[in-house]
């Protein structure tokens, strides 16, 4: 009986494995890639976005035993950080794009010089937005936030202040890592994101928990944690990575023609991120109006909103690596597949992750040890990004990823700003304001502008103009 009860398992393991991966060569196999080369990019990124959601996660809890004031506080400037960091990723982007192209198209001599090209733009960029904002830290945060309590604006001109010495090392870094994703190097990437996160963390319970230094504590935390991934990626770069062949005398060198490619990419991207950021920092202010317990319920709304779209921010990076170098073989049929088969991945991701985490939502709430009149407002926003991440949140977010990837940068930059600004900003004030609905009408003109958005994406990716850009 045993033997053919081990039989039975056997055989049921052995028609999954073929089905399985009957499935997996349909959907994800091309003439220029395969499932499973595809797969060593994806599982890397998605488990350095499952780590990086889940620190964030535990650091917002942490946060939050120094009381609602400092958990307000960190979400008005974590919101300027977005902001700007998303300036440096933008640019970054623009490299990875750069670099996948010239990857797929087997120059690697211009893969190096892309790189180095792209790594030096940021770092230049990164500086000079830290020393403006320093300069302007008080007035930026009183122009938009002035109508916080002062303990919430005291604790957020120190954390601003911390934020904007740190903003140079996490440009770097993820100029880095942008590269690498370029050339596929994501296990890389995993690498120098644990050693980044991990060290924050680690810090975060020292200066936090131990010696109960609050926002202070965050903010140096923040600052040595991106000093320490900054010279670490810098040294994997010089030392250890063949494929890129990065030289730091390279940083000075400036290569005109690479610099207008990646900017090219980069540019509208930089502009878009600046406009979407900067509506929802307006979003921000009039999240304040509602008052400490409206910011908190947002924060911690967020923060939970984030571990939804573990999934589909992983393969939103991802998309970018293969895209790119499927466009830069000039295979737009491989490029097609990948795209709808990427897309359908995720919306599969959002249903489990969904099911998973609103089963623990007691659970996670609780990390963050809210007031317990404020749980069903948090309950009620999760619900409803629940509902609707499923079937809007892919079409928005990896959609346009992919399109920019084939060159497609001032489209979505173009569309992304006008669904923001006439949907989440126009519909969100007058829902949350002036009709009443506080901070569900808020969310609900965001959840409405996912929906817009990812139809003006789709049609555009029904059609043939998104690959016809020429960048290499």
Known sequence: MKKRSDDEVHGLSTRIHERSTALLTKYFNGSSMDYKQIFA??????????????????????????GVAAVSAVSMVDSINMFIINLFVAVATGGTVIVAQYKGSGNEEMVSKAASQAISTVTALSVLISALVIVFHASALELLFGNADADVLHNAKIFLIGSCISYPFIAIYQAV????????????????????????????????????????????????????GMIVSILYLVRYNQTLRFKLKHLLQVHVALFKKIMYIGLPFAAEQMFFNGGKLLTQTFIVQLGTMAITVNAIGNSLAMLFQIGGMALGAAIVTVVGQSIGRKNVEDARKFISSFLGLSNVFFVLITILLLALFPLLVGLYAPPKTIVPDIFALILLISITQPLLWSLSFILPSALRAAGDSKFTSIASLLTMWLFRIILGYVLGITLGFGLMGVWVAMVAEWGVRGLVFYWRFKGDKWYKHKLI
């Open 177 to 228: 890592t942008g590269a690498l994703r370029g050339v596929a190097e994501t296990k890389a990437c995993l690498v120098l994101s644990l050693i980044l996160n991990v060290s924050y963390f680690l810090l975060n319970i020292v200066l936090i928990k131990w010696f109960d230094l609050g926002v202070v504590g965050l903010s140096i935390s923040l600052i040595l944690a991106r000093v320490l």
């Open 41 to 66: 990019i994806i599982i890397p990124i998605f488990v350095d976005s499952a780590f990086i959601v889940l620190m964030a996660i535990m650091n917002t809890a942490m946060v939050s035993s120094s």
